[in-house]
């Protein structure tokens, strides 16, 4: 491998230009990508597309809608909350997304009321067929009286009685209209047209009759008979009439003219009853009597079969008419209160209390997050257009809270590495005490951006995680320019710097980078994309300080910008120079190489215990906690939580051949009773099909199960049950649970539905917590664990030593160990981004002390003994070191200071952790390396070393 680097140095040596200038090109390449990057905060974050939880919640997203955009409405004023206005203007916001196809459905007062009357006007419509068809049997046989009786030449009584009783026996197409009429008083639906007609036509024949009557003549006993007929027809008349006018109080309208009907056909039964008397009695009626008497039953026909077909006209063009909301308050009200003036069960699920009520806008699944982005602003516009004047109201829901985190992601990530820059300008101000020293804080930014740029072009997204990257990118791969400077500095020559320090550096890049592959282990893809990206970056930083950083230099001193009569140090002069940094590491250093075995026996007892210790940390995997907790869409989330009484949510989505399958209906009433009284103190509400059925309709058998549900507003129907009725889902609002509650409860839930007879899986969002839970504290430590493996592998075939591979790894075993116990005793729990520590130690920490081993081998082959090799090496390297840890920290500490939760206990663990890997590097591994002294070098290198000290005491 130094034959490598040698021929790199000697290309960048011979054509510094040509390298720096493809650099520059490249890397900008690369920058490009920055404008494509993307952030991600979704399902598809927290667990893997092939979790069977993660593909049941796809499907049933795909079939019942996935999350819901919440607005809360609060009365500002008394007794307004479901006025005619206000109600009006949320039903002019859903009209507006009708046709919106990522919306999946909404539910709202306005929308419940708007299903109710299109409901009533259905049933209304189908009643008027069944009237029509009842006049018009009424009508045909009131002309056939009349036609027969005026067909006789002669008066036969005989026959004269035979046509009243047909007449009579009219009575069955008067009970059909009676029973329209009380099935019309169960809906409601503006009908002024065709009850007009009805009016009109019965009021005609009544007038009819009347003519009849008064053209019978001296038969006092049959004209008064027929003057009754007329006046009941004529009441039915007014009744209809009183429909029209009143809409409102249609029920009333229809029970009275019902009632006027059964009158009707009731006097009709008595009077032609009474009528046959008459004639049985009499001994004569004139001829021209029955004459008028059967062109007026002709005549009563006609109207009532005119009227039949205004009816039947009316239904056929029923489909133009179209539901809307009351304009009248009285009216409304009639719709949400029943006789009691309680308000009715089907709005119980949006009207909250007297002072708040609830719209969901529930949104197409699986949408992607740009799209429920736009939904959620232009829902908060439509809202603000219609200038609710006595409600004021919240928009919050997943959705929105997403929205809102993203854009504080991105407030928070600028200003993070913004931060990160000025503290590490401090930094190596301090510590740095070389020539352009800021020019490593340059490289490491272009790297930064060009890291940004490739996970925009590989579409890796950002994630509340990840977006961690940045400032440990920054503290991190400053390391690799640090070293490099810090050597040319030394040796001022790039071709002798990269012989002497690239294989060194090159092998602490592979060492963090298969401790940063680790992380791929872990089953949470944010963990995952976090691992890629700092693999990426750590890549590109290393990369970026080889060939922009050391061109830089040498041109830097190739056209005279340094004093060319001391263009190389005296490493002497850097060993001997009395610093205050010097004296701590040669001090510090022959003290713990003084005191070897005491100082690894108290760093064992620590990371023992620390590893005891371990299980005992909790794991929070609430996505809240982690954020913002001043954000706006935070609290208002909250705010509609305290209302709602929840807003996380489960579900237990079910499939089979036939939902409706009497069976399968018993269950899910069974186990929706069992939830409802098992869990009281976790399940704030409980819906299914059956919860539908029971708010609209009382006492459905099994056998008209279906038939009710083919009657009920489709949209309703469609968030419990598909068209196929093959898949269903009962759905659970739940308490906010902690996440030991939580995954005791998903437990506990999927062993009461074993027994189903149907194929059952417990789903939702705050089941995929559950799973990103077992995901954290299953994967962590075999992240550590792959991760020590992978570097002490890589090591071992690189140094083709066991004990060379396994001395850098020691001291960040013990730092794992120590790194557990300290966030036990600070009360730090596991979070997705903690639980990447081991991992992040195992990289970082592995890069410091494979540097220093590195450095201490090269000192003993040029013949120093190891006590004077140790000191040396410690204090040649250890100012870069020092100043790469020391940035690496102020990198870190930056996330301290971010408004995220979860960043601010990540940045105090990884700077405890890389304070402790510093310490580690320059107090546990001296005494490890002169203990292990005699296994790191061969025999050969062994007989080199000596020779050198030899010829260093010949020239002394």
Known sequence: MNKVFNWLGSIIERYPFKVLLISILLFSMLIFGATKIEMATGNETLVQDDNPVYISNQKMENTFGGESILVLFTDKTEGNLLSVENIRRMWNVEKRFQYDENIFSFMSPASIVHQMTETQGTKIKEQVLTLSDGLEEMGTKMKDIGSELSAKELMDTAEIENKLENLSSSTDAFNKLINGQKNMANGAKELQGGLYSIASGLEEVSGQLTQLSNMIGENQELKIKLSTISGNIYKSSQGISTMAEKTSNIKTGADNTANALNNVSSKLSNETSSMKDTFANSNSIRPDEMKEMANGFITMGDNLLNISEGLSTFYAKSEMMVADIPTDQVELDNILYDEDGNLRSVFSNVVLDDKNSLMVVKLQGNLDDEYKKQVSENIAAA????????????????????????????????????????????????????????????????????????????????TMVSMAVFPILIGLGIDYSIQFHNRYEEEKSVKTTLRNIGTAVAIAVLATVLGFVSLYASPVPMIQDFGKMLTIGVIISFIGSIFLLTPILHLRDLFGLQNKDNVKLDVKEVEEKDTFLNKILKGSTKTVVKFSVPVLLIAIIAAGFGFYLDNKVGVQTDIESFMPQDMNALQDIHTVRDAVGSTDQMAIYISDDNILE???????????????????????????????????????????????????????????????????????????????????????????????????????????????????????????????????????????????????????????????????????????????????????????????????IEERKIGKDKSDAIIHSTIMIGKAIVASGLTTVGGFSVLMLSEFVILKDFGLMTVINISLALLSTFIILPPILSICDRFLLSKKEKEEAENASQEIIHEI
């Open 383 to 462: 809202l603000e257009e219609e200038e609710f004047e006595t409600l004021s109201y919240v928009v919050s829901g997943k959705p929105v809270l997403d929205t809102a985190l993203k854009n504080e992601m991105k407030t928070n990530m600028v200003i993070m590495v913004g931060l990160a820059v000025v503290i590490m300008l401090i930094v190596l101000f301090i510590v740095f005490k070389v020539k352009w020293r800021m020019l490593s804080l340059g490289i490491i930014l272009v790297s930064v951006i060009a890291t940004l740029g490739l996970m925009g072009h590989i579409t890796v997204p950002v």
């Open 662 to 856: 009497k069976n399968n209906i018993n269950w899910i009433q069974q186990i929706t009773r069992h939830i409802q009284e098992k869990y009281t103190d976790v399940v704030v509400d409980i819906k299914s099909i059956d919860t539908l059925v029971s708010n609209l309709g009382e006492d459905i058998s099994a056998d008209e199960y279906a038939e009710f549900i083919d009657d009920l507003p489709g949209q309703q129907v469609n968030m419990f049950l598909n068209s196929e009725q093959n898949e269903s889902v009962i759905l659970l609002n739940i308490e906010h649970l902690d996440t030991e509650r939580l995954q005791d409860f998903v437990s506990e839930l999927k062993a009461d539905l074993k027994d189903a007879p149907m194929n059952v899986e417990v789903t939702g969002k705050s089941v995929l917590d559950v799973e990103m839970v077992n995901g954290l504290t299953s994967g962590r430590v075999l992240m550590t664990i792959i991760g020590l493996v992978l570097v002490f592998v890589a090591l071992l075939i690189v140094y083709r030593n066991f004990i060379k591979a396994l001395v850098p790894i020691i001291p960040v075993i013990l730092i794992v160990g120590m790194s557990s116990g300290i966030m036990y005793l600070l009360g730090v729990d596991y979070t997705p981004i903690t639980t990447t520590l081991g991992a992040l130690v195992l990289g970082m920490g592995t890069e410091m002390t494979v540097m220093l081993m590195e450095r201490y």
